[in-house]
T-cell receptor, first 113, second 115 residues
Framework: NAGVTQTPKFRVLKTGQSMTLLCAQD?????MYWYRQDPGMGLRLIHY???????AKGEVPDGYNVSRLKKQNFLLGLESAAPSQTSVYFC????????????FGPGTRLTVT | AQKVTQAQTEISVVEKEDVTLDCVYE???????LFWYKQPPSGELVFLIR??????QNEISGRYSWNFQKSTSSFNFTITASQVVDSAVYFC????????????FGAGTTVTVRA
């Protein structure tokens, strides 16, 4: 099992450019999540999904969109990147809700200049 | 609302010393789950332990131990006889049953173990 994988690992964007981050999991998990990690702030939830075809906003959703067309994939899109979106992005998945631990991908380091 | 506070930003110890990381949480839920994750310098997040609000039994796993006290809303983590490989950022996290998607993280404690 590969677990949770993220593509790409690193990316540099210019302000206004768009991109999509891909998260894939092979554990048949229902729940998937996107977080961003900024220095001194822990991880903050951007969007999440409780199953194929569903998405919902988390704590800091502005400037991001997501899609979950297939159970194993969860895409995070930035339509018009801003320097404030420079961060490390983590995807995670879990079998269900609160009682289950989340398994995290390796992260994507995004820099917006 | 739920919140996790890790008051210690950085801890530096010499190898073989014990390290205790503090975690204090707030939640209105009566059923909730607490977690510790480790983030080594390589950057990945590694799950260490999950504890539910009905189980206050403390746990020891090798050199790791956890002390969960509902009376003080604390879930502290101790590394005994620390090693250089323990150097990492450690995150405490909380999820309540009323918001079962929202895992709230503390800001993290950076542990540096010097040889």
């Amino acid at each position: 099992n590969a677990g949770v994988t993220q593509t790409p690992k690193f990316r540099v964007l210019k302000t206004g450019q768009s991109m999509t981050l891909l998260c894939a999991q092979d554990m048949n998990h229902e729940y998937m999540y996107w977080y961003r990690q900024d220095p001194g702030m822990g991880l903050r939830l951007i969007h999440y999904s409780v199953g194929e075809g569903t998405t919902a906003k988390g704590e800091v959703p502005d400037g991001y969109n997501v899609s979950r067309l297939k159970k194993q994939n969860f895409l995070l899109g930035l339509e018009s990147a801003a320097p404030s979106q420079t961060s490390v992005y983590f995807c995670s998945s879990s079998y269900g809700g609160s009682s289950y631990e989340q398994y995290f991908g390796p992260g994507t380091r995004l820099t917006v200049t | 609302a739920q919140k996790v506070t890790q008051a210690q930003t950085e801890i530096s110890v010499v190898e073989k010393e014990d390290v205790t990381l503090d975690c204090v949480y707030e939640t209105r839920d009566t059923t909730y789950y607490l977690f510790w994750y480790k983030q080594p310098p390589s950057g990945e997040l590694v799950f260490l332990i999950r504890r539910n609000s009905f189980d206050e039994q403390n746990e020891i796993s090798g050199r790791y131990s956890w002390n969960f006290q509902k009376s003080t809303s604390s879930f502290n983590f101790t590394i005994t006889a620390s090693q250089v490989v323990d150097s990492a950022v450690y995150f405490c996290a909380l999820i309540g049953s009323s918001n079962d998607y929202k895992l709230s993280f503390g800001a993290g404690t950076t542990v540096t173990v010097r040889a």
